[in-house]
């Protein structure tokens, strides 16, 4: 058995460095909730991930402030086209892992297409099951005004709720396509009636994502809960990014918002050419990785 890697220093200051997933008996981390998120409007930037495995849990949670198990997860782990191969059960299990991965990020677990739309009912189900079997923080679902009421029944139960508004990918094949929003008066103003009506509703924070950059800054000034940019502006409260995409492993089409901070597809390319070269030459494995017969030992 590998022994767990100790855990990356945060990059916040103040923050506890170890809990229950560390090798040291340090004070657990105080788990961020939705509330806390929310009263980050105007502070420092709300830095947010999309996450959907353990081992990518474990190693951003200490970074930050809020991680998303998004629906994008049916595109960039299980290889579907759009984000409409999601389901509940896929939401669940990824959210699972994650959860299991962190102690301290708020986790906020996507409701899948298809799952909240329809009736209120639906969306408090789907709210409840995804809640109930992850443990998450909170649960996001794509909509303005179209799907207030549901935002308003799922925060009632007692689970918060952070809204997406601008390009919703889930309307993608609805709209014919990804449309960057807030191009015309009539576009602008069917935003800022989403960006009200999800407020009004009592969702704790909205995701802005491909929107022209004047209109989403406007948006947040004129919002009192944090807006959280993707395509959006460097004005919103907090940020976030595909994990796959700022880490420079996604394969395929990378969008124009985002910024890689990495270089995994070149480095898991190169790792596992010399792997393969390596064990067809047969010099993996070397005899540091064999075991010697061994005198008194099982087996
Ligand atoms: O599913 C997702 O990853 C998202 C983010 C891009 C905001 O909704």
């Given at each position: 058995m590998q022994k767990p890697p100790v855990l990356p220093k945060p990059?916040?200051?103040?923050?506890?460095?170890?809990?229950?997933?560390?090798?040291?008996?340090?004070a657990a981390p105080v788990r961020i909730r939705p509330d806390a998120i929310r009263a980050r409007k105007g502070g420092v930037p709300i830095v947010s991930l999309t996450a959907y495995s353990y081992p990518i849990a474990r190693l951003i949670d200490p970074h930050v402030d809020l991680i998303l198990v998004g629906d994008s997860v049916a595109m960039v782990v299980h290889g579907h086209a759009n984000t409409l191969g999601a389901t509940l059960d896929m939401m669940i299990l990824h959210g699972q892992a994650v959860m299991r991965g962190t102690e301290r990020a708020c986790v906020v677990v996507d409701l899948p297409a298809g799952s909240y739309e329809g009736s209120i009912e639906a969306a408090r189900a789907a709210a409840r099951r995804i809640r109930d079997a992850t443990g998450c923080q909170a649960v996001k679902l794509e909509g303005g005004l179209s799907v207030a009421a549901q935002i308003a029944a799922i925060v009632a139960d007692g689970i918060p709720v952070m809204a997406h508004i601008g390009l919703q990918p889930q309307s993608v094949e609805k709209e014919g396509g990804y449309k960057i929003k807030g191009r015309s008066q009539a576009a602008i103003d069917a935003l800022r009636r989403d960006a009200e009506a999800v407020e009004a509703a009592g969702a704790f924070a909205v995701v802005i994502e491909g929107t022209v950059e004047p209109v989403a800054a406007s948006l947040t000034k004129a919002l009192a809960i944090p807006t959280i940019g993707i395509g959006a502006s460097?004005?919103?409260?907090g940020q976030i990014l595909v994990i796959d995409d700022m880490l420079g492993l996604t394969v395929g089409h990378v969008p124009k918002f985002v910024r890689e901070y990495g270089g995994l597809r070149e480095q898991v390319t190169a790792a596992v050419a010399s792997y393969a070269s390596d064990v067809r030459d047969r010099r993996f494995p070397g005899p540091e990785h064999v075991f010697p017969p061994q005198r008194g030992g099982g087996g």
């Open positions: 990059t916040l200051p103040g923050l506890p460095r170890e809990g229950k997933l560390s090798n040291t008996k340090a460097a004005a919103c409260d």
